[in-house]
């Protein structure tokens, strides 16, 4: 599980390429049109709704990938709670270009932005009894962005994808013929990760545990059934919770005893946050 707060360039920069290529087409028609080529502008990005800001870097690389020469400034860095009229970074460069880049550099930020702010609040709402973890339910492509963010909102990594963790869920169970070989199977693979075993009644929490598992994720259960799962697992596997978690839920789940709750609302159901981009002569 990750909860390192970077992102490498090389995580996003053809990601933000194929999006201006997609936005751009033969080119800006209105800018061409409107703006001397010469003409030079400043730019500001300002919050318009309470946020936690991440994804700055991706902003400025969809400027810099359409003028090299640009200049920019981080006035609230990632991980930085902003409040409406705050403003975030300055960006100066050729106005035809702030212009053409304006909505990929927001449709980015926003939605980098909406995640990390729905992780601070999960995380807040947590009170640090239980670890927030979100899930592989993220936007192809755009996943390392989406858990960057989740991270940038103080959540933690699940798995970001299936070659870092062993996950053995219902479908596995059933074409493996059942928990015991399962787990035994996974174990002789001998990738020197902990076993998790998805569970959805406290009797196969019971069988889980009796075949080593590391740790049991409780699929949709009732929160007096997680009670009881964490009762019997304790000191023999640690305890995640997933399925039905919302965040007016989390506070009772964290009060269960469980190690971690998993939430796809992080990356799939994040409102954009309101992010403005103002332009002016410079």
Known sequence: MTSERTLPREAYADLVRRAL?????????????????????????????????A???VAFETFRQLDAGISSRVI??????????????EI????????????????????????????????????????????????????????????TGGATNHRMGLDDGILVKDNHLRLAGGVTPAVARARAAN??????????????VDAALDAGADIVLLDNMSTADIREAVRRSRGRAKVEISGGVTLGRIAELAATGADFVSAGALTHSAPSADISFELYPA
């Open 55 to 57: 994804g700055i870097d």
């Open 76 to 89: 609230r860095c990632d991980g930085t709670l902003c409040r409406p009229g705050d403003e975030i970074a």
């Open 21 to 53: 290529e997609e936005d751009l087409g033969r080119g800006d028609l209105t800018s061409e049109a409107t703006i001397d080529a010469e003409a030079r502008a400043r730019g500001v990005l300002i919050a318009k709704s309470p946020c936690v800001i």
């Open 92 to 151: 100066a460069g050729t106005a035809r270009a702030l212009l053409a880049g304006e909505r990929t550099a927001l449709n980015f930020l926003q939605r980098l932005t909406g995640i990390a702010t729905l992780a601070r609040r999960f995380v807040d709402a947590s009170a640090n009894a239980i670890t927030i973890l979100d899930t592989r339910k993220t936007t192809p492509t755009l996943r390392a962005l989406e858990k960057y963010a989740v991270r």
């Open 191 to 204: 990738h020197g990760l902990p076993v998790e075993v998805e569970v959805e009644t406290v009797d196969a």
